[in-house]
T-cell receptor, first 113, second 115 residues
Framework: KNQVEQSPQSLIILEGKNCTLQ??????????LRWYKQDTGRGPVSLTI?????NTKSNGRYTATLDADTKQSSLHITASQLSDSASYIC????????????FGGGTRVLVKP | EAQVTQNPRYLITVTGKKLTVTCSQN?????MSWYRQDPGLGLRQIYY???????DKGDVPEGYKVSRKEKRNFPLILESPSPNQTSLYFC??????????????FGEGSRLTVL
């Protein structure tokens, strides 16, 4: 069964600290993996895309990694800011006709001053 | 500005009163889809459309209808809303194929309450 599991479900960190979010998937065949950031009450926005051949990619203070062998991805937030408070959603695209997207349940991050 | 526009953003209605949530995108995307988001359940796909006149069920289609008569519009129809359809709804669009395959552009959401 194609599934995407994210951990932790939620976390609280102090402003300026780093944190890492995990995404494990069983989706096959794999096409790509995206991390989205969703601010409260807003639509998700894509942060980064990881394809099969990519191990790491950065977008400002966000760094995503992918291990296609173990089917794991992580999103690392460096020097967190209050504006990083949001839900982060991992979405895996299955290589098939059209878009076969499988969503993780998300990790809710709260950055405290 | 590239965007996905949903209306209404907020709606309170009563059980059984038909309603339509509109969705429009200006990016000429072939693929459009609807999701509902409930606490603890994440985003779940309701319906999707690969192109004009091509629609298919997602994971939770019961109680919903869609149509795709034009490329830019993809309305979500609740023929007879029930309280369990109280939720936050998102419309999204994206290109099919190429390096950006799968990047969803979401609308701002429509919060629906069915009494």
């Amino acid at each position: 069964k194609n599934q995407v599991e994210q951990s932790p479900q939620s976390l609280i960190i102090l402003e300026g600290k780093n944190c890492t979010l995990q995404c494990n998937y069983t989706v096959s065949p794999f096409s790509n993996l995206r991390w989205y950031k969703q601010d409260t009450g807003r639509g998700p926005v894509s942060l980064t895309i990881m394809t099969f051949s990519e191990n790491t990619k950065s977008n400002g203070r966000y760094t995503a990694t992918l291990d296609a062998d173990t089917k794991q991805s992580s999103l690392h937030i460096t020097a967190s800011q209050l504006s990083d408070s949001a839900s982060y959603i991992c979405v895996v695209n299955r290589r098939a006709a059209g878009n076969k997207l499988t969503f993780g349940g998300g990790t809710r991050v709260l950055v405290k001053p | 500005e590239a965007q996905v526009t949903q209306n209404p953003r907020y709606l309170i209605t009563v059980t059984g009163k038909k309603l339509t949530v509109t969705c429009s995108q200006n990016m000429n995307h072939e693929y459009m889809s609807w999701y509902r988001q409930d606490p603890g359940l994440g985003l779940r796909q309701i319906y999707y459309s690969m192109n004009v006149e091509v629609t298919d069920k997602g994971d939770v289609p019961e109680g919903y209808k869609v149509s795709r008569k034009e490329k830019r519009n993809f309305p979500l129809i609740l023929e007879s809303p029930s309280p369990n359809q109280t939720s936050l709804y998102f419309c999204a669009s994206n290109l099919v194929g190429g390096a950006n395959t799968g990047e969803l552009f979401f609308g701002e959401g429509s919060r629906l309450t069915v009494l």
